[in-house]
């Protein structure tokens, strides 16, 4: 349950790290329910509706992730989560809530929504609501809509009469601005989430607007935050929106770059970048593959490119109108492209299964970027591919951070690779 607003006022407190024993953090970072360890989803004993639609969906059973912090959402507790990409970290807060929403189908005196879950990029929103509409098919009576910005916001005043929703998926400046015209009633919030916890609230605007959404809601509330990475200046910042959170760190920062991912770079001059993508794309076996560059303008140009030379691909990023970022996730989520061309936009959270290789044709900014672009590969603990091109200085002292802190051993290409070592064949 969250604390009282006024302990939000003042950000800027940082915990101080304090050696526990073993067994004390061991309770810390397992809490109370860990000890059933579900072999399937069924042990969670989840509406049958919801268990339906998990099955109906391919799921058997739960990843560690969900193992660890599922027993102790759906009874309501507030989560501070931290767990490498690709392990499911969505579906804990979504199936929780499901499981929790009481919604009477015959109710007609809607006052607002139940649920307010904060993503910091519109295409995550889309994909975290589409998430909830997937699990809650059977579910019939439960409303998810996504508010984000560029979309008309005269189309959301509409919509929000209109489909009167449970479940409300946003990035935080449209939906503070909803509240503040009062559109949105958020004196009925039951669950509030905030999904990659650590850019939400690292940035000063966004967390600006997420404290005010917060704060319009009612005190006693379940609070869930999930992350990939933690720094702790934005660890204590969590806190602060949580009463006696349940803090579960599924693996040490060492395993944040993901089991079964082969990683390797490939050191050549700027202008040699093109050519050897062009070579990689034609040796490689792939089935999808997002290439991460550094600005607007080079994925424009490079998309434009790969189609005149028949790699047929899609580029997305902010400059594009919303409508033509959700309608390009959308064909390349359908598997309509093979090749994505991005930016940092599509860095984070975003989850599309058949990916299997990441290039990394701009080096990242730093070593958080790494991981989140690297795990558009492996999801779910697949195998998947990411190769680097590493071209200046700055380069490298990127490539050596990330060995560095997550402890592994980027290796040069080589010539060959053996395609079962990046493939599930």
Known sequence: MSKEAEELVDYEDVDET???????????????????????FKDFLLKKELYRAITQCGFEHPSEVQQETLPQAIIGSDILCQAKSGMGKTAVFVLSIL??????????????????????????AFQTKNEFVRFSKFLPHIRAMEIIGGIPVRDQRKDLLEKKPHIIVATPGRLNQLINEKKINTKEVKHFIIDECDRVLKELSMRRDVQKIFLSTPYDKQVMMFTATLPKEVKSVC????????????DDETKLTLHGLRQHYVE????????KLMDLLDALEFNQVVIFVGTTKRAEALNDLLNEVNFPSLTIHSRLQQKDRIERYQKFKDF???ILVSTDVFGRGIDIERVNIVINYDMPEDS???????????????????????SSKNDSTVLHEVQERFEVNITELPETIDISSYMNI
């Open 99 to 124: 499981q929790q929403l009481e919604i009477d189908p015959e109710e007609n005196d809607y006052k607002g929504p139940q649920v307010i879950v904060i993503s910091h990029t519109r295409e995550l």
């Open 368 to 390: 958080d970027s790494y991981l989140h672009r690297v795990g558009r590969a492996g999801r779910f603990g697949t195998k998947g591919l990411t190769i680097t091109f590493c």
């Open 268 to 275: 050549l001059e700027e202008k040699q970048k093109t050519q």
């Open 239 to 250: 806190k602060k929106f949580m009463s006696n959170p349940i803090e579960i760190y599924v």
């Open 18 to 40: 304090i050696e526990q024993p073993e067994t004390e953090l061991e309770e810390k970072k397992k809490g109370h329910h860990v000890g059933l360890h579900a072999s399937g």
């Open 336 to 338: 309509d492209a093979r």
